[in-house]
């Protein structure tokens, strides 16, 4: 299994793109700015998409992607969600406003998105690869993925503040291997984490000291302007983890 990086930060400006991952060819996990980097015959092989929350920089590609891909294709593009996040974006997005209604058009019998809801601790099995989402606490519903080669397993933690079910889900996993994890505010800025639902290098080390396995960190979706700084406090609060700033492109094999 192969998990390329198409966004991993928490806005756009120069090289930065909002949360995308692509596993092996046909599923993205969100579909923030990242999603914009593929071709049209990448976006024509996806068949799924896992959304973690209804923001706009993890999610606001996806009504283009279909747009882009779906006369091209057979069947509509699935989209696992938490059942709010869906109500939110059939609300919001996909309401002939913002957005047609892809969920019953171009015709009603063949529509280009076709929901289907998760709760965090299912799984999703597609061709021998799990998919498992996972507790996060969030300014709005969210949940986190844990991606399961059978080898190997990748967690991404999504946006949260310190969500203690999330690390004893992670306890749980035999084969833990990257852990993609937010720390969007530096620590003199935990009120604004805590009124957002983000994590601190502070609230990072809480949550380490939960964490029973070794693991690769990855930090992602550092606040624009701040990576710096954040990335220093990350380095002091999470040393014994040796935690490696995430780029775009950047490739994980499991
Ligand atoms: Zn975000
Ligand atoms: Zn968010």
């Not at 928490?10 to 793109?17: D, K, M, N, P, V």
């Not at 990257?178 to 957002?196: K, Y």
Request: charged fraction near 20%; hydrophobic fraction near 40%; proline fraction near 5%.
């Amino acid at each position: 299994m192969r998990i390329t990086t198409l966004g991993c930060n928490a806005s756009i400006t120069g090289e930065l793109r909002t949360t995308c991952y692509l596993v092996d060819d046909d599923i993205l996990i969100d579909a923030g700015t990242g999603a914009g980097e593929l071709s049209l015959a990448q976006s024509i092989a996806i068949d799924t998409v896992f959304l973690t929350h209804s923001h706009l920089d993890h999610c606001g590609l996806l009504p283009m992607l279909a747009d882009a891909a779906g006369s091209f294709r057979d069947a509509p593009l699935t989209v696992y969600a938490l059942p709010e996040t869906i109500a939110t974006l059939e609300e919001h997005m996909l309401n002939n406003k913002l957005w047609p209604d892809y969920t019953v058009q171009p015709m009603p019998e063949r529509p280009y998105i076709r929901f289907r809801p998760i709760l965090a601790g299912e799984t999703v099995e597609l061709g021998g690869r799990r998919i498992t989402a996972l507790p996060a606490r969030h300014a709005v519903p969210c949940v986190g993925y844990r991606i399961d080669s059978g080898k190997a397993s990748l967690v991404y933690s999504a946006d949260t503040t310190l969500c203690e079910d999330f690390w004893l889900a992670l306890n749980r996993i035999d084969n833990l291997k990257h852990l993609l994890i937010e720390t969007t505010f530096r620590n003199d800025n935990a009120a604004g984490a805590a009124r957002s639902g983000h994590t601190t290098a502070n609230l990072l080390a809480q949550g380490l000291r939960l964490l029973e396995r070794p693991v690769e960190l990855f930090i992602v979706h550092m606040e624009a302007g701040y990576e710096e700084v954040t990335m220093r406090e990350v380095l002091q609060a999470a040393s014994e983890y040796h935690p490696q700033v995430l780029r775009r492109g950047h490739v994980f094999e499991l």
